[in-house]
Each structure stands twice: as C-alpha cells, then as structure tokens.
C-alpha cells in the first residue's frame, strides 16, 4: 500500500508510548482507537505495562504479533530515534510521531537525526510534534484531545491540514458543532518528513477529498509546492490560511515551529498564480470549502437577492459589491410574471423583498422565477425564519431548488436557536448557510474566481 | 411621566387591534405582553371581538377603564389615523404603531397625516411600520414574533435600536443565544414621529443603557442628530452600523424605509467627528458593545498575549498589529519572574506560549504577571480548552483576573460545544469573548479609540 494512504487506511496500528495514567496523552490517544469505531486492529506498546483499558500490551513494536502497518509513536524525545530503528526492523513503513522537543526549541540537531533514521529505515512520518491524523471514515485517530472536549466531524469531502495542532484541533472541534463534514484531517507539526507538499499531492490523488484546505505558517519545499498546487487547482480548489502576515507575526512563527514564514507579499503573488484560494480566517477556509464542494460553477458575476427582511436585503446588496460582484436585473418576462401571480407587498427588484409577511410560498415562486432567468447567475435567498406566516415548509423549496444545481444558491438566515436548526437542516441537504451578508458575498466571489469569472 | 420613558415603563397598556386568529400580528402581540413577565395591566382592543384569550375585549381605546399609559396600535393603515384620534380623546401620550403601508410603499401623503394628526392630538409615537420595542426589565414587549422563534435577551446594558425591524430581531434572537444581557430594544421604522435623535437622547439619560448600539440606513435631523452624538459620545459610547454604503445598497434603502441614504464618505466623516464608533458588520456591534461595558479604559496601545496555542498566538499578533495595535514588550523584571517560577516548556515572549500542555495554574502565574508589568497596557488570554491537563479552574483564575479591572482583559477561545459552555460562563462573569482573533483585535482597537489612544 501507499505508505501515505496507510496514514489514513491502516488496518493494524501499533500505539507506541500508550500509558494507563487517564490523563497522559499516550492513554487518550490509544483509547480512541478503541473508541473511534477504528474496525483494524489496534496494540499498545509500553515497556512498563502489562495491560493498558484490558488489552495486553506488549514492551516493544518488534513483539506485536503479525504485521503492523502504522505506528503512532508518543515516546519522549530521546527514545523516537530508538524506536524508529526498531519500527524499521518490524518493517512498518508508515509513523505518526506526536512527540515534541526537537526544532521547535531549538533542538534541530535532534530533529535532524530523526530525519536520517526515518530515511535510513525507509519510513514515512508525519510529526514530530504534530496532532497526527483524523479519519471519520476509517476511525484512525491520533489526536490526543479526549472526545468529551474535542468532537470529531462525520464523514464527508473536505479535508483540513494544519502546521499548528491547536489550531488544527479547534477546527475540528468547530466543524463537528456546525454539522460540517469531514474527509481527511491532518496536522503535520515540524514537518520532518512528510511535509506541505506531500500531503497536497496525496489529497490531490484522495478520490474523498473534494476540496483541499490548509493552514500554513510557512512553506518548506516553496518550487515543489507552487508547482503541484498550480497543477492540482486546475480540478480542485485549493484554500489556504497564511499565518504570520505581519511582521511580528512572522516572527512569532519563528518560535512556533521554527519555519520561516517570508514575506506575505511574496506569499500573496504565489498563491495567486497557483490557483491557490486565500482565505481571511477560520470560519472563511469552511464558508469557501462548504461553496466549492456543494456548488455548481456560476456562468457570470450577477447575483439576484430574494428576501424577506428589507434591512437584510440592503446589508446584503452593499457585500455583494464590495465584493466585487454585480446585481443582477430581472428580465422584463420575469418581472411580468411575478407581478401576475407574486402578493400586491412584494417589491419585484434587486433584492426582491417578500417582507415580513412572506409565506414559504411565495418563497418558491420568487426563486423559481430567478432561477430560470438568463439574467441572472447566482441566487442568493435571506429567510428570516422568525416571521410568522413563514411555514417550515420552506425547508423543502429551499431544498428543492439547491437539488438542481442549475445555479449557485446559498442561504442566509440570521437568529437565535429555532433559525440555527433550520439552517442545520439545509447545510446537511448541501446547501451553504450564512448567518451574515459579509461571509455569504465573499464566499459567493471565492466561487466565480475558482470558475474564472 | 416623560412619553418617551413611558414606550418602556408604561403600566397600563391598550393593544389596539388584538386579535383573536393565533397567526395574526394582533395576537402574537398581546400574547407577548400576557406571557413576558409585564407587570402592568393590558387591554384588548378589537371592535368585534368579546374575548380575547380570556380577557375582555373592548371596541375602542376610549372604553378601556381608568388611564391608559401606552396605546401599541396594529390595525390597518387606513384606519389608523381613527384610533389615534380616539387615542387623544383618552389623553394617551405614547403610542407604538406597528401598521405598515406607508411611506416604505409610496403613500407619503398617508404618512404626512398620521404625523399631524399625532401632533395635534400630542402624542409621541414610534412607528410607523415597525416592530416597537421590548424592555426585558419592565416585560413592555410589541414584537409581533413568537417567542418559540425569536427568543428575548436577560436585562443588561446594551441598548440596540434599528431602523429595520427584520435587522433588530434577528440581533434579539442572536442576543438571547448567545447569553448577551439588553437594556432597551427598540424598532422605530419609517420614524414618523420619533426618531433616531430622539432615541439618542433618550437612551443618554437612561441609567439603565451604558452602550448605545444603532443599525441606521439614514438619519432624518442630521444635524440635530450630529451634535446630540457629539456630547453623549464623550460619556456613553455610541456605536452604529450603517446599511446602504454602497451606491447599490442606497437604492436598495429608498425602496424600504422611504429614506435618503446619504452618500457613504458623508457619513464616515460626520460619524468620526461626532465621535460615534462605527461597525462593520452585526456582530462587531456587540463584539464593541460588550468590550465597552464590561472593560476599563486602556493606557495605551500594548497588548500581551498569552496562549496554549503558538499558531493562534501568530494569528492573534497578525491582526492586533492590523488594527493598529502594537505588541508589549515584558519588562525584564517581569521575564526573570516568569523564568523562575514558568515551566521549562513556556515560551516568554509575546506571544507568551504555554504549550498544549498548559495547565490552569500556568496561565494564572502568566496573567498576574502582565496584569502588574507597566509595559503592558491590555491582555489577551487565547485558551483553547481542549487540551487535557487544563481543568475548569482556569475559569476561577481568567474571572478573577477580571475581577480587578486593572487593565482590559479579553478571551479568545475557539472550538465545539464544549469551550462554548466555558465561554458562557466568562462572558455572565463579564470577561468579553471571542471565537477567533480578527474580532477580539477589532475590539481592543475601538476600546482604545474610545479612550481616546
């Protein structure tokens, strides 16, 4: 097998470092194998234990029995070496390495022996000091964050790596709460082997992986990468966070993982002519990715705003500018029909306001309508569901009008607790929901820029 | 008593147009006042109705026994001008007029009587085509949105009013979510009589309202209306966002609410000037609303960043250093300190970075440090709550540390459900949070401009 594919496939994983203390992370990690419905098979190896949650445990990799296809190694810094020499021996070509202390503090030399033992064993790494990987379709689960504070997403086509661990495990925790789904999660650490590029080529090959999303804090092999991103962003989207963007932000890096960060100038022009999507923040890597795996590829820059609330309507328009797109004009045909059949309160124009009094209805009609206008590219519906008239059969018209896939359509629906269950219901039929004008626009543009608009 | 403190603590209150059909604005609206905790007396008003949820109904104001303190009026808008008439006739001073179908359709005219006629009968009305107000300390609650959609905010000090009644509830229902505290809410649509000045003035001598929040899409006395924000802005802060700042958007604004948009410099200007703190977006008003508040004024622009997570610290600093803000340098009494007593792992710089592996006695040795170093002017704490060794008792020592008020104190912390439980019970404590660093920067910044930094 791919010694890659093996980080996320594995059938049999060796938890080096496993500990029977609850809190260390050596237990929460090898408990999640057991708790993750990881369907291979799972061992743990500690010199000290004979048991560990029930499960006989054994003092080195070389004793488990049969073969081991990933090892995840939480050991202290001085004993990785050792155990990397005797992973080579048990021929596991495939190692997650948690364990920090190298680079990072400084410690290089450290880190640089690592290197040449993994290449000497012909070992693949993620790490060191890394989260590991996270698979909710193969239950492999290296994060050492016990699930009651860090929830896992359920399975799905966006994959997440990350440099930083924490910024990686809150991600995740977040998708899980959203309702987003996952493919692959991967928070890589120094670097020492498997690095940026690596990960991009093989999530590029991943047939789960729809859109590939990253947060970088510097690049390692800068030509490799540019060249693989341009080549793989042709078929999917590439959105990457840059951390370190300011000056004393880049040298904040430098005493993270010890990478350089450059300058973001430089960066900015790169990722440009890789095709590389940039995203401002957190939220905006999954409001781009959530757009780009769920919609179709708009035909031009024209979006036609439908609501039920005028203010919205107003703040949505002023975004959609901003964000360099235009507002479309309904044909005549459609302005005649919908004055022929649509209530005296509607204002037919851009943005079309059913007002408080909108039914799901009207809703449906408003949309069809815009949805078989020429003039009109992308349909953007603000449903304000607090008004009183309005049914939750809108669900199934929203709904009804994203299954086409004719244009992109997106939702924005703001509120408190009633609103965030309906907008759960629509993003898991793949319609993206915003809570504001700003992150719906941006996104919206994010779209037509990867269609080449 | 003032009728413009009576739109909040009217004790006796007609709802003229009660209804007894549940769907309709009518019902929902007295409903509320029979649900919300008002501790005053309500009457129906309805012409045909007996009963109205088993209170008796009257067919006119003029028959409702005793004094009438507040008249909220939701009959049609041809017969409104009626029932205000008859609400002279009873000597009511203040009255709310929910109805629509006025100047936001074209019928000025119509509107232009509904004002002479409130004048000559002196009453002071909001309205019309709004949604009135609610006060949760007094119960006093127009909204014709049922509370199973649109759930109401706990008494606090932040006041919100908006031009548009579909921007303002979807802010109570976010409010109510998210465990903010409101003083006053009030929806005062097309601003027939009582306007955005008014308002302003009003909530200046409200005890109650320390923050003085506004969604406007044009403002009728501007100059009245400049001069007024001009003096109450240098006790309260003022903070506004405005709809319609694009030549788009200001379309889109003469078709809902019948006012004049203004071009969008003008008023950036005139908003500067005037003091008044100007919001980006619907969040950023409460994300400013709660730092203003709860936060001392800062001595200066130097901010300490403390966190269990080196790849938010680098995000933090990239945009505290966006927004103007600079990074504290820690006085070298302060590092020795820290190296004496800090664990082997902590980075001390700024970011200072305790590591995944931070525990709540970690951040505390931290905190206390940067809350006495002279070189520090505010403190940021980014905790991610996931990692394992981080108990509850972190939120004992983050209160405390906000407790003495020595220097603005703020969190970031981002994740699942988890961390949001941990949130809510720093944000009833006082300490604004934030999920990501862009927003909590954007704060500390307007609460350093506010300060006049």
Known sequence: MDPMATFFKARTVAVIGAARETHKIGHVMFRNFLDSGFGGRVYP??????????RRCYPSVMDVPGRVDLAVVSVPAKAVRQVIQECGKKRVRSAIIITSGFGEIGNTAGEEEIRVELKRQGIRAIGVNC???FDPKTGVDTLFLPRHRLERPKPGHISFMSQSGAIG????DWMAMKGYELSKFISYGNATDVDETDLLEFLARDRDTRVICMYLEGVKRGREFYRAAKRISKRKPIIVLKGGTTEEGTKAVSSHTGSLAGSDSIYNAVFEQAGIIRAGDLEQIFDFARMLSTQPKPRGDRVQVVTDGG???????????????SMAKLSEKTVKTLKSKASAYTIIKNPMDL????TAGMYKLAIDACMRDRNVDMVVAIVLFQVPQLTSEVIEILTEANRKKSKPFVVVAAGGRYTETMKKKLEASGI????YPERASQALNALREFAGG
């Open 45 to 54: 190896v500690n010199q000290k234990a004979k048991k560990i949650l029930g």
């Open 432 to 435: 993206p929901c915003f809570s």
């Open 311 to 325: 203010g919205f309507g107003i703040m949505m328009t002023d975004w959609l500018v901003k964000n360099g797109l």
């Open 169 to 172: 495990s809150i991600v995740l």
């Open 131 to 133: 989260l590991g990987v």
């Open 355 to 358: 007002t408080g009094a909108a």
